[in-house]
């Protein structure tokens, strides 16, 4: 049973912000054995398994000389190679064969019972690290997603000051203009003028989908289910609502936030990488 699964019917919720990378090893000694197991694991989209046993318990691998053979007829046949598969050729591979002396080949049976317990611990404590390192990197993350939130918080600020200073710019110049060329002002065209360039710089709906996507990332952080491309697909349309408020606001503080914006949410994605 997996330390994830273990977990359940306890009250405690199930884990699944699990690590890409692990790395656990067993081992136990008797008289006349020693048996180890190691487990490692690195960052890949697929599942990939690579099975490294010594000779003594090659029996145990799904694969035999029988196997290795029906693998050299399938290339000749598909590739219209010269027959040249004798009983040497084959015999000189190492892999597949190891002389022994009479009575001494091990009996898969009996060596499974001292292999079994060694590789289900290592299987348990890599599992166990997988959920720990998850862990360490899902409260990592939800640290940066409240310090994105609040980045998004100084940037609604700015924008509120820049429009209110918008405003009152584009008022004097027009006022200026009008005063300067003898004509009466006309509060109804100042407001429409206002109103038009406001809009253009309005960055309103831009902060509401940025919310919007914390919200779902934070909510991720809490799943029960593997998250990692979903994460890094709501990474991609946070990046692209910064990206846009950044080129709509004209107005340097804002950029500047917009900036740290664009830092945080690259560490975030950065980390999501190394999670299942």
């Known amino acids: 049973m ?5 977990s359940e019917g306890k009250g405690i919720p199930r884990i699944m912000f699990r690590s890409m990378t692990a790395y656990s090893r067993k081992c136990a000694e008797t008289d ?6 190691e487990i490692k694991s690195v960052n890949n989209k697929f599942l990939d398994l690579n099975l490294r ?11 035999s000389a029988a196997s290795y053979i029906a693998a050299l007829h399938a290339l ?6 010269c027959d040249d598969i004798s009983v040497m050729t084959v ?8 002389v022994r002396g009479a009575g001494d080949a091990p009996d898969p049976e009996e060596e499974w019972i001292y292999i079994e317990p060694v590789l289900r611990g290592a299987l348990e404590a890599f599992c166990a690290e997988r959920v720990r390192e998850g862990e360490n990197l899902r409260r990592d993350i939800e640290g940066k997603l409240d310090g994105i939130g609040a980045l998004v918080d100084r940037v609604d600020a700015l924008s509120a000051a820049n429009s209110a200073a918008l405003h009152a710019k584009i008022t004097s110049r ?44 934070h909510e991720m952080t809490r ?26 606001c004209q107005n340097a503080d804002i950029a500047a936030v917009g900036v740290e914006l664009k830092n945080e949410t ?3 994605r950065e980390q999501i990488q190394n999670i299942e």
Request: aromatic share 4%; charged share 30%.
């Open 2 to 6: 997996l330390p994830a699964q273990a």
């Open 32 to 37: 006349d054995r020693s048996v180890s197991a």
């Open 53 to 63: 046993l010594p000779r003594a318990p090659a029996p145990l691998q799904p694969s």
């Open 76 to 81: 000749r046949d598909e590739f219209g190679l």
């Open 91 to 98: 015999a000189e591979n190492r892999d597949i064969f190891t």
């Open 174 to 217: 027009i006022r200026t203009l009008l005063a300067e060329s003898g004509a009466e002002p006309d509060e109804n065209r100042i407001l429409t003028e206002c109103a038009i360039q406001a809009d253009r710089l309005a960055i309103d709906e831009e902060l509401v989908r940025l919310r919007s996507h914390l919200s779902a990332l």
């Open 223 to 248: 799943s029960d289910a593997p998250v990692g491309r979903k994460f890094d697909f709501q990474l991609q349309e946070v990046n692209r609502e910064i990206n846009t408020i950044c080129s709509k």
């Open 266 to 268: 690259e560490k975030v």
